[in-house]
């Protein structure tokens, strides 16, 4: 039996993983701005702590994650869930958006990351899932602000890694493409109302997208789910996890793109070093 703590566990991802953890007996503390909203999607039972938790108040994580404690004794599982997207090219979006945005994505994780830790740096084990995307692998016209959140999400996931597999808590960054949750509608995902003509074929045609791919996206969240249920049971698990197919092609295309720019631009990428004239001097 694992004890979960799951941020965002009212809807998508979080809702689904954590009906799954519950339904094979694992505890689960789910949380959302609003507890209600909790026991309304997973019902009661003994083994489920519905908590208030608004992500970007780091009071409350401490006090959610100290509840958690209270109620199970431990936390194995952090799920890192909570988080929306915008869609606006990258001069059309707000400071007030943009903040927004940092707040919940990056500052939000780090706050619950930081409540829970202690706890898990205590036990000497645990597992910590972030939910990134593959908008934290490569980005793109449209979701330049939300990918520069996910970006961050990558970078702290991969320090985490090394700074926390001495004490025995493994760290793993996911990063799912499409899939076919609520996150493309209004509910999680912001459309910045600054429209910036000179970007109708870039970031304007994205918006455009992003509508006509809502429920059709190729990823099916039930699998996904199952996949992180029986993840956070895996040994040696790595620093990051691409699921769908359309994730894995766009990471074969990022890295195609970079050999080519390394095999173009190699000789004036190595010519900034000292000589070694100049360092024997």
């Known amino acids: 039996?694992?004890?979960?703590?799951?941020?965002?566990?009212?809807?998508?991802?979080?809702?689904?993983?954590?009906q799954l953890a519950l339904a094979r007996g694992d505890n689960v503390v789910a949380t959302?701005?609003?507890?209600?909203?909790?026991?309304?999607?997973?019902?009661?039972?003994?083994?489920?702590?519905?908590?208030?938790?608004?992500?970007?108040?780091?009071?409350?994580?401490?006090?959610?994650?100290?509840?958690?404690?209270?109620?199970?004794g431990r936390i194995?599982?952090?799920l890192n869930n909570a988080g929306f997207g915008l869609v606006g090219a990258v001069e059309e979006a707000s400071a007030e958006e943009v903040e927004r945005l940092y707040r919940t994505n990056v500052f939000g994780?780090?706050?619950?990351?930081?409540?829970?830790l202690p706890y898990m740096r205590a036990q000497r084990s645990g597992r910590i899932l972030n939910i990134s995307s593959i908008g934290g692998y490569r980005s793109s016209a449209g979701f330049g602000v939300y990918c520069s959140t996910k970006f961050a999400v990558e970078g702290l996931s991969e320090a985490l890694h090394h700074e926390l597999a001495p004490l025995?808590?493994?760290?793993t960054v996911v990063e799912p493409g499409y899939f076919r949750t609520d996150f493309l509608d209004s509910s999680s995902l912001s459309i910045s109302p600054i429209e910036i003509g000179?970007?109708?074929?870039?970031?304007?045609?994205?918006?455009?997208?992003?509508?006509?791919?809502?429920?059709?996206?190729?990823?099916?969240?039930?699998?996904?789910?199952?996949?992180?249920?029986?993840?956070a049971d895996t040994a040696n698990p790595p620093v990051r996890l691409p699921l769908g197919s359309d994730t894995v092609?766009?990471?074969?295309?990022?890295?195609?793109?970079?050999?080519?720019?390394?095999?173009?631009?190699?000789s004036l990428s190595i010519s900034t070093d000292f000589t070694s004239d100049t360092v024997a001097a």
Request: zero cysteines.
């Open 168 to 171: 025995g808590i493994h760290v």
């Open 1 to 18: 039996m694992k004890t979960w703590f799951i941020t965002g566990a009212s809807r998508g991802f979080g809702s689904r993983i954590a």
């Open 109 to 116: 994780l780090l706050g619950v990351t930081r409540a829970v």
């Open 249 to 266: 092609a766009a990471i074969e295309a990022k890295h195609a793109s970079d050999a080519a720019i390394l095999a173009t631009w190699r």
């Open 76 to 78: 194995d599982v952090l």
């Open 32 to 72: 959302a701005r609003n507890a209600a909203t909790v026991t309304e999607k997973l019902g009661d039972s003994a083994n489920l702590l519905a908590v208030p938790l608004d992500v970007t108040n780091e009071m409350q994580a401490r006090e959610a994650a100290a509840r958690a404690i209270e109620k199970f």
């Open 198 to 231: 000179d970007y109708s074929d870039t970031a304007g045609a994205v918006r455009h997208h992003a509508s006509d791919l809502n429920h059709s996206q190729p990823g099916d969240p039930e699998k996904l789910a199952h996949v992180l249920v029986e993840f």
